[in-house]
């Protein structure tokens, strides 16, 4: 196995920055075995039938197919998420959001019945994660596309989740009238015009999800001054958001009257989620 995963890698290269790892993961999926596996039997031979497969998948991931799509799962958090094409897959950097917020309640609120809400939840990543971590909360996740609920509600059901429910929602439109200690959200931030959108994983993802007008300031715009309205006082208000655009969304929290206003940054030492606390 050790040689097929080293000509897999070989051929992943021109297309991955991590094609040695892509090439173990699609052989873990096709042999329904991990890591530990393959290390162990490096020198077992292929049949015929799991060579053709592990082929498949990596002619599709030669193509730029994301590995998460074409195994049908992401590891997020302490979580494994069912993910598919309607939504975004989910990244490394956004567990960074989920760690802003445990830090910013502290061990003394860990344990507290809080309410939050998680605007456009996707596979439902953020809101699974806190509500694992914060069992007496009570957890609600939007996304306006429906197939992006079904999904989150099978992820819910996945990882035994029960404080956590989900419904279709553009934003706060179908949101219950109602004051929420927290508010966290991945929104869409990406200007139309960024290069990057033709590179990589993010050419298999749908564009609603990830661009925004305005230089991508447009939803965060949007959320952060309808969420005034959704907040309890002292409510904190959690986005993550592009790599060079923590100045501008911390002038537009503080402009909505948002206090105690930062930007933390992401595993990559980039700007990447910005806080505040409503009064």
Known sequence: MAFVITQAAQLL????????????????????????????????????????QFNILVAERQKGRPV?????????????LEVNDSTLIPRPDTEVLVETVL????????????????????????????????????????????QAVELSKRNKKRNNIDNCDFVQSDWFTNVPPQKFDLI??????????DIHLNQGDVRFEPLS???????????????????????????????????DQG??????????????????KDLGQNDRITIGYFL
């Open 103 to 146: 830090a910013e309640l502290g061990e003394h609120n860990i344990n507290q019945s809080l309410s939050g809400l998680d605007l456009g939840t996707g596979t439902g990543a953020i809101a699974l994660a806190l509500s694992y971590e914060l069992p007496n909360s009570h957890w609600l996740g939007v996304d306006f596309n429906q």
């Open 247 to 264: 100045k501008a969304v911390q002038a537009i929290f503080i402009q909505n009257r948002f206090t105690k206003v930062k930007t933390i």
């Open 68 to 80: 998460a799509h074409l195994i049908g799962h992401r590891a997020f958090w302490t979580l494994d």
């Open 184 to 193: 966290v959200s991945n929104p869409p931030y990406i200007d139309p015009d």
């Open 13 to 52: 290269s021109d297309v991955s920055d991590t094609a040695k790892l892509d090439a173990e993961i699609l052989l873990c999926h096709v042999l329904q075995q991990n890591k530990t596996y393959l290390i162990t039997w490096s020198d077992r031979q292929l049949t015929e039938q799991e060579h053709c």
């Open 209 to 243: 999800a990830l661009i925004a007008k305005d230089k991508g300031l447009s939803d965060i715009k949007h959320i952060v001054n309808a969420a005034t309205e959704y907040l309890k006082p002292n409510g904190l208000l959690v986005i993550e958001h592009g790599y």
